[in-house]
Structures are given as structure tokens and as C-alpha cells.
């Protein structure tokens, strides 16, 4: 029984230190001295105590303030004197991380816009052929002569120039394809007509060259048969 009274009596007695234990210690001359290093106000505590011992890391000064019958020295903190200086903020970097990301994102908007226009104005510029009709005519004719030409070779020949009458219809199928397809508009066929004029310039050159080599064979025909 005198035992257990013993232990109870310990248990009573120790009480109060385990509960004062628990309770949390704030330190608020820390607090400020991690706040300054890290992202808080650039302050001290106890100042005159960082003016005196740790003047050249706290950037502390001594100025005069007028405060009535209060005036007196005091002591202030300045970063800009330090010689270490705070961590960027971690806010700062963060500011500064998402401004960077929206100016990128806007580089990325104007240049997917500037994209759009273009091939807009590529797309209308497929939509109708403008080119066509300045080369016209004159596949028209070309093939005017070509036919005619290719027609007098089998008939004055009587069929027997027909591998070579064959031969420039093949070339002349080919060609004439060849324009059709660039004649064309609508998706997968329309092309810009700067790209259109220059595809016809070299239709017609091939074009020429087919006529030339049809009236030779005619020549051909008219002086042999």
C-alpha cells in the first residue's frame, strides 16, 4: 500500500513539468532572423544587439526619430547593406516563372495566328484558278494543231506512221492530265496560282515541243506518201 502511494505521489509531482514540456516555445527573434534570410520582412530582433555583434550580415544602422518626448536613436535594417543577402523569394520566382510561361504562351498564340492568316489567305487564293485563263487560248490552239496534225499523218500515210502518231497521242494524254490536275480546285487539289502560272509555263514548253515534233511527222507524211 506505502508503494503505491509512493508512485502516485511521483506521478503528481511530475505532472506539471510534462505538461509545461508540451507546450510550444516560439521564438520570435528566430522567426524573424528565417524570414529575413528566406522570404520575410528584412528584420531583427533584438536590434541593438544585431547593431552591435552582427552588423555586417543584419545591414543594421543607427538613425535618429523624432518622436516627441519618445525620441530617440534607433535601429534599422537594411538589405541593400548586407553582405549576404536574402534568397529570392519564393513568390518572386514564382511571379516571375508563371510571367515567363504567359509570354510564351503569347509568342505561341501570335505565331499559331500568324499561321491561320497565311494559310487563309493561301486557301482563298486555291479556291479559283486565276491562272488558267491566260494560258487558255493558247492550249487550245496548240491542241487545234496537234489533232489536226496527228489526223493528216494516219490519213496521208494510210495507218503506216501509226507507232509514231501513237507515241505523240501518248505524250499529248499525259500533258493534257497533267494540266487538268493543276486546273483543279478543292481540298487536296487546289494549289496557289503562283505555283498554278508556273506549272502552265512548263505545260506549254512541253506543249510547243509536241507541236514541233507533229509537224515534222506531218512533213514526213507529205513527202514520203
Known sequence: MKVRQAILLLCV????????AQVPVRDNEKKKQWQSMENGPWDFAPDWYYYFLHKGYSGA?????WAGFKSGF???????KSNIKRIMPTRVISEETQRQKLEKVEEERKYVEELYKEELVREADRAVDLAYPAYKDEFNRMQDCITDGLLYCMTKS????????DELSRQNEILCAGIAYVH??????GLENAKRQQAYEEA???MEALVKQTANLCAVAATHY
Open 74 to 80: 534607433r535601429v534599422r535594417f537594411k538589405e541593400a
Open 204 to 206: 506549254k514548253g512541253k
Open 13 to 20: 509531482a511530475f505532472a506539471p513539468v510534462v505538461a509545461e
Open 158 to 165: 494510210g495507218g503506216k506512221l501509226k507507232p509514231q502518231v
Open 184 to 189: 483543279k480546285t478543292g481540298v487536296g487539289y
Open 61 to 65: 544602422e543607427m538613425y535618429w526619430k
